[in-house]
């Protein structure tokens, strides 16, 4: 029998995280009689004055938001993670007691003046103001006293616990470098240190192979046809990579030379990015016509003074599996033993290439 | 300022996983303004002619279930993991592409007649014969050619993305140990190693230290009153260990002796195990009143011949956050980069404590 990737279940590797994940494509084909999500709206008002975000209204905090133009970048009013001190906790009475402090700050970045839009809707030059602001906040954060990591993210739908449909992304800078970012570094240097690169990916940081600049390489270099590139312009791919956990996640990242992090991007590659960003997020909401939800996170040198093993990268992570209102559930064999998916990458991407580039919505 | 774990956002080291989360108990202030969830029915049928795992009906894959009077076990009919041979995927062409070949099967066990009934609800002596039916499927599926790891879970509530209230729990048996259980068990062997125990804790397999059996020594011998133990009985204890990420998740184990897995639970710890199984369940659905979501995954010895470094333990990661119908959302930053939670352990654990022990829709 031969192996067939879209009938046989397999595992695939995933040396990001060092884990594996399995795959189990043939299993779309069962009915699914489960939970429905309810579809975002796509007539929301460009103005909502209840919303608190929108320019001029007032937060929940009580303050008041200026009319901004561009973005608008405020200081969460609810953080996870506060100013220092940090006091700190007792010393543990047992090994398996162990806690630390941590301190931090959380922002809030508005990506737009208008409620009703999205990163998929948002012109180029709106798109370079948000990159010219996570340049800016990244920069500041890191130069705080102990900052160690700015983690930029965006949760977009409601089924991603964003409670604001209102366009925004959210950047945590924390005292500790993260779980996931921290085991990702690791595995960088891991590679950097025992790899042998075999192909001619540009190298990385001190001329020694870059895992994420050999993998991009080789997507590439792989032709698109059956392969997991959905869309790349002169600096950057998005790809579904051989590890994906989600349906139709999403790796995004610069492949033509090592980016340590934001603060690296020339202006030709800024533009490339915001371009870039406008396709994979235009294709995520043609996919089933709907206002595709996902959480977004953007790893890379973890401060300015950091280490230059990382490469900037984005993951989106995307909830829906079948349709608009039907989502894959990551729950008790996921959550409790490993990742499971339930159609190739290849099929992920193939559909992704297959929609329209032009976002529904337009007219 | 002193520390003070209710108001001093930390992170706390979870020693399965090798990892840290982060806790931000302040943040449980702050006002919910996005996605409520669909209350589950509490006025379901006790037969459904419309339910594919009732008595007699007929399943989606055309087979028709016996009337069966205790629990029935039948293999998944959209099995993730199908039966060998699994043919073996291409040589990779790339260090970075690897994937490997899987097999196994699937079980769904139905967990008692009776459509409308949970754990919560089972009499004890029916809560026996689902305990009986885990080992026996355990001992049969350890036994199959090849199967390295017999997963036994619960997914409860359309939340955790279960389709049919049904009572039914899952067994994944696979060829290859799963990525998070194949994590703990190299967290379980290097303690055994490393640790030199500091208490009376019951002594693993060779007589070296069990980081289960010690942490539960630990917590138990604590006391109750502020600390982590939401119940026990004379072989189990139900605690929100000192890492949770779930609002309420639970870790339930034996805490007397080192027991590698059901196979080796001794009649009156069988009893217990059904009795605690119940005290937990009907906490669940007190604290809210409602049918409470959750998934539920046991770990121990991979199978019968495994590593006796192993401790039977059942993890309980339940959604739920400040009512019945509004959840965590472990999104962006979780996803991305480390788990946060927005209440301590401690408090989690007070509040389990302090709801009545009797089912709120018994009479
Ligand atoms: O097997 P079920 O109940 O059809 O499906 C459910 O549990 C599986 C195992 O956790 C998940 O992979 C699915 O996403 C979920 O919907
Ligand atoms: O910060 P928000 O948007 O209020 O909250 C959302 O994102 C956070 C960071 O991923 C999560 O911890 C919350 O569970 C989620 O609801």
Same mark, same amino acid.
């Given at each position: ?19 594996? #994940? *399995?795959?189990? /494509?043939?299993? %779309? ?10 579809? @975002? !709206? ?38 996870? #993670? *506060?100013?220092? /001190?940090?006091? %700190? ?10 806690? @630390? !402090? ?262």
């Amino acid at each position: 029998m031969d192996f067939d990737p879209t009938s046989h279940p397999h595992r695939r590797f995933n040396p990001l995280l060092n884990e594996y #994940i *399995l795959v189990s /494509p043939h299993r %779309a084909k069962r009915p699914w009689l489960g939970q429905t999500e309810t579809l @975002q !709206p796509t007539n929301l008002p460009q103005y909502d004055p209840e919303c608190y975000l929108c320019p001029g209204n007032t937060r929940s905090g009580g303050l008041t938001n200026p009319v901004y133009e561009q973005t608008f970048t405020f200081e969460n009013d609810f953080a996870a #993670i *506060l100013p220092p /001190p940090a006091p %700190a906790p007792p010393v543990p009475s047992h090994p398996l007691l162990i806690s @630390q !402090p941590v301190h931090g700050g959380c922002d809030v970045i508005l990506f737009h003046p208008r409620h009703d839009l999205t990163l998929s809707r948002l012109a180029l030059e709106d798109i370079g103001h948000i990159i010219e602001e996570w340049i800016a906040i990244y920069v500041k954060r890191s130069m705080q006293e102990g900052i160690k990591y700015v983690q930029i993210f965006e949760n977009k739908g409601s089924m991603m616990g964003c409670s604001n449909p209102h366009p925004h992304g959210q950047v945590w800078s924390l005292s500790e470098i993260p779980s996931i970012p921290s085991t990702e570094l690791a595995s960088l240097a891991h590679y950097a240190e025992t790899e042998t690169s075999s192909t001619d990916a540009p190298r990385g940081s001190q001329g020694r192979p870059c895992m994420l600049c050999e993998y991009s390489h080789i997507e590439v270099n792989a032709g698109d046809d059956d392969g997991r590139v959905v869309v790349k312009n002169d600096h950057w791919v998005a790809l579904v990579p051989w590890w994906a956990t989600w349906p139709f996640e999403i790796l995004l990242l610069p492949y033509k030379r090592h980016i340590p992090s934001v603060e690296e991007l020339l202006a030709e590659e800024k533009k490339a990015f915001a371009d870039i960003l406008s396709k994979v997020t235009i294709r995520y909401d043609n996919l089933f016509s709907c206002m595709f939800a996902y959480s977004m996170g953007m790893h890379q040198r973890p401060t300015r003074s950091g280490d230059d093993i990382a490469h900037l990268h984005l993951h989106f992570a995307p909830p829906l599996l079948r349709s608009a209102t039907v989502r894959k559930f990551l729950v008790g064999f996921e959550l409790m033993a490993e990742a499971q998916r339930d159609l190739t990458p290849e099929q992920a991407a193939a559909r992704l290439r297959g929609v329209e580039s032009k976002h529904f919505m337009s007219s």
